[in-house]
């Protein structure tokens, strides 16, 4: 039957669209709540109407809250250009047109020249600051007309993305904008070696604030979805692996549907969103909750370039997931495409399952009690950089992909050995936990007992969450040291934005050590003091 799905699925899924439809998106600036953002969703529904698919485009009010998170204003970027000069002579220059992430998401517009000064733990301010860290908090805290930022983390030779998502009303009288980390290192070096000398940097910034509503688009082909499509189309240009490759995939799942007969056609809805801001909206916007979800977010590398890994984002474990099952037999077996010197499958691209994981649209669903999977590729060399360019893409694995969450959605459809798939994974993810748990030390007894049980349903039966938590609102409502060394440590954005409020609206007890169990995480004393009262904050201040 896979084989036939497969057959039938391939005649309709063409390279040269997915081409067409990568240069279409990767043209535009598509910063959240952006004039560009939203031209690339309205040129998307034109291509995919003429493609014979029925489309029609969401408006979301820009500005205020919506359960526990906050809509950024409209903001577009016009121009903008840096030089750092010592006396006469420019040493780094950056214009927007070709740096797209030159200027942090919804930076208020400026001009200027100033002398450049090293953030310490001494001093941070000036006229131009150079620092590292959470960017808002940088915006908020830093007395500075420009604050320079680098970050450690992304490409050393590339211009960081990066976002402040501030609201009207928070806008202040300075810009911030982003150089590469291989630049701050030489003007850090400079200054260093003789502290006396000046560094000049001129800088000017042509942003500007609208009212003009945030797009987002849905195509359905039934008002009774078995299978929702997600994909985030928001993100700088050129932001091929994120996103267009999920926005990709998507159309080309999407057409491929509508193209099907018989066996191969699967009830479904595709929704091409702003990250979060246009998802938490979707329940409304759908007539009928769908059975299952597959959240696209990075997917079709050529994982030689970008060095990620395929992976298979389960939901939490506190959840009975059939989708998560279906999901990882599909890849198995459109991906284990080389062959061992027997003549056995084995994988052609590197892949795997991995624990629930926060950060994108999935969380959103997962909060709904939707039945919800990801397909994710991780790490990713140029991630949120403006290097992270069309040729960083494989069209043949985002065919594969593509492929993948098409028998993913058809098989869960049409309930494939159900029960067998579910017993077969309950038993592969028990084995992969006594695996990990031999590398990490870590004891998953309590994972163990859980994959067994008859865990939390989804759908109805779940106490839903309305959003994650942001953790802008908690940043709001906690000591900023605090804080700040909470965003250090390894999973706790996932465990407080929606692992541990889901389990306690839900009475989940051990909520902690199963949540550590289960992402196979050893926190000290310490830091699991700062969660926990992170988690105070969220309970008794937030979810009351």
């Not at 590292?132 to 970050?151: E, F, H, N, P």
Request: net charge neutral; hydrophobic share 40%; aromatic share 10%.
């Amino acid at each position: 039957m896979i084989h036939e799905l497969v057959s039938k699925y391939m005649e309709n899924l063409h390279a040269s669209m997915a081409r067409d439809l990568l240069n279409i998106i990767t043209r535009y600036h598509r910063i959240q709540g952006s004039r560009e953002l939203n031209l690339a969703v309205e040129e998307l529904k034109e291509v995919l109407s003429g493609m014979g698919l029925s489309t029609r485009v969401l408006k979301i009010a820009p500005g205020g809250t919506k359960g526990f998170m906050e809509i950024p204003a409209s903001w577009n970027l016009k121009n903008a250009f840096l030089e750092v000069k010592v006396g006469n002579t420019v040493i780094e220059k950056f214009h927007s047109k070709d740096y797209p992430t030159l200027v942090a998401a919804h930076s208020p517009p400026g001009e200027g020249c100033g002398e450049l000064s090293i953030c310490t733990n001494e001093k941070c301010e000036g006229d131009v600051v150079l620092a590292k860290g959470y960017v808002y908090d940088l915006y908020k805290t830093i007395d500075a007309r420009l604050i320079l930022v680098y970050d450690p983390k992304r490409f050393r030779d590339a211009v960081p993305y990066t976002g402040l998502f501030i609201s009207r009303e928070e806008v202040l009288d300075k810009v911030v904008m982003n150089i590469p980390y291989t630049t701050a290192l030489r003007l850090q070096s400079m200054l260093i070696e003789n502290p006396a000398r000046k560094i000049t940097v001129c800088w000017r910034v042509e942003s500007e604030y609208s009212g003009e509503g945030i797009l987002a688009l849905v195509a359905c082909n039934t008002e009774e979805p078995a299978v929702l499509y997600t994909s985030h189309i928001c993100h700088p240009k050129p932001g091929a692996h994120d996103n267009a490759s999920g926005s990709v995939a998507n159309a080309l799942i999407a057409f491929a549907i509508a193209n099907s007969r018989n066996e191969a056609y699967i009830p479904s809805c595709h929704a091409w969103v702003p990250e979060y801001t246009g998802t938490i909206f979707l329940k409304n916007a759908l007539k009928n909750p769908p059975k299952a979800v597959i959240n696209l977010d990075m997917v079709g590398s050529n994982q030689g370039v970008t060095g990620s890994t395929l992976n298979i984002v389960m939901p939490p474990l506190i959840i009975d997931s059939t989708i998560a099952p279906y999901a990882y037999l599909a890849v198995k077996y459109v991906m284990d495409t080389a062959s061992s010197f027997g003549g056995f499958k084995l994988p052609g691209v590197r892949y795997s399952i991995t624990p629930y994981t926060a950060g994108s649209d999935h969380d959103v669903t997962i909060g709904w009690g939707w039945d919800s999977v990801m397909y994710n590729e991780w790490p990713s060399k140029y991630y949120h950089t403006n290097m992270d360019a069309l040729s960083t893409l494989s069209v043949t694995s985002l065919i594969q992909i593509s492929l993948a969450s098409l028998v993913a959605g058809s098989l869960y459809y049409q309930k494939f050995k159900t029960d067998q798939v579910r017993a077969r994974f309950k038993e592969y993810l028990k084995a992969w936990y006594g695996m990990e748990s031999l590398k990490t030390g870590i004891t998953p007894t309590l994972i163990s007992s859980l994959i067994d049980s008859e865990r939390m349903p989804v759908r109805d039966k779940v106490n839903e969450l309305e959003t994650p938590i942001s953790l802008r609102l908690l940043y709001k409502k906690m000591d900023r040291d605090m804080f700040l060394r909470l965003r250090e440590i390894r999973g706790a954005n996932t465990y407080l934005s929606l692992y541990a409020p889901l389990g306690y609206k839900n009475g989940v007890e051990n909520l902690m050590e199963l949540f550590k169990q289960e992402n196979l995480i050893g926190w000290t004393k310490n830091e699991e003091i700062i969660i926990n009262n992170a988690w105070s904050i969220i309970k008794d201040e937030i979810l009351k």
